[in-house]
Nanobody
Framework: QVQLVESGGGSVQPGGHLRLSCTAS????????MGWFRQVPGKEREAVAS????????YFAESVKGRWTISQDNTKKTVWLQMNILRPEDTAMYYC????????????????WGPGTEVTVSS
């Protein structure tokens, strides 16, 4: 059974940066993709960024393009989300996601979810 372990959330002022990481543990096969979604109370979970674990393809939500980057190390089964120039509207619970088997990013049919890590952007 694959489990996703997230770290790196926290509180930061507008214009600041944070780096989220997510590592997959367990399971005999590598994920096709890993990435991040975010959710605020009362709203649907939205895709933020995802990457093929081969590194060949990346996807970003329009709201984070140019500000954030995503990277991966398939040997470590880890993905990182570097969040720069953070804005108050980036405040949310961030969930790591992994796609296995016939499932691929940036689709919402995710195989495994992480428990979430909170990001707060406030002055």
């Amino acid at each position: 059974q694959v489990q996703l372990v997230e770290s790196g959330g926290g509180s930061v002022q507008p214009g600041g940066h944070l780096r989220l990481s997510c590592t997959a543990s367990g399971g005999a096969i590598s994920a096709n993709c890993m990435g991040w979604f975010r959710q605020v109370p009362g709203k649907e979970r939205e895709a933020v960024a995802s990457i093929y674990m081969s590194g060949r393809q990346k996807y970003f939500a329009e709201s984070v393009k140019g500000r954030w980057t995503i990277s991966q190390d398939n040997t470590k089964k880890t993905v990182w989300l570097q969040m720069n120039i953070l804005r108050p509207e980036d405040t949310a619970m961030y969930y790591c996601a992994a796609w296995y088997g016939g499932k691929w990013c940036p689709g919402t049919d995710v195989s495994v979810w992480g428990p979430g890590t909170e990001v707060t952007v406030s002055s």
